[in-house]
C-alpha cells in the first residue's frame, strides 16, 4: 500500500452511476416511513424499495401482479381459443 494517495481528481458520489434512479432528499410525515418499515420487515423487501413500488402504482406506471386468479383466466382464453 502507498503511504500517501492523491484524491485531487476525485469526485464525490457513487462510483458506478445507477440507470434509471435518480437520487434525491424527501421529508415524509414519520407514520408513513413507520408503516413502510413495518410492511419491510413483513415482506423482506426494502422500506425504500416498497415507498417506489407504492408510488408507481399509484401513478399507473407498475404492472399488475400476477395471481393465480389471472393465470386462470389467461389458461381458459388461451384454451377457448385453441378450440
Known sequence: MKKVYDFSKGTRGAVLPVKGKTRITIYLDDAIV???KEMS???GKGYQTLINE???AHL?????P???ELV??????ELAAQS
Open 54 to 56: 407504492a408510488l408507481g
Open 34 to 36: 413507520g408503516r413502510f
Open 66 to 68: 400476477v395471481t393465480a
Open 72 to 77: 386462470r383466466k389467461i389458461v381458459r382464453e
Open 41 to 43: 420487515a413483513k415482506s
Open 60 to 64: 399507473g406506471l407498475a404492472e399488475p
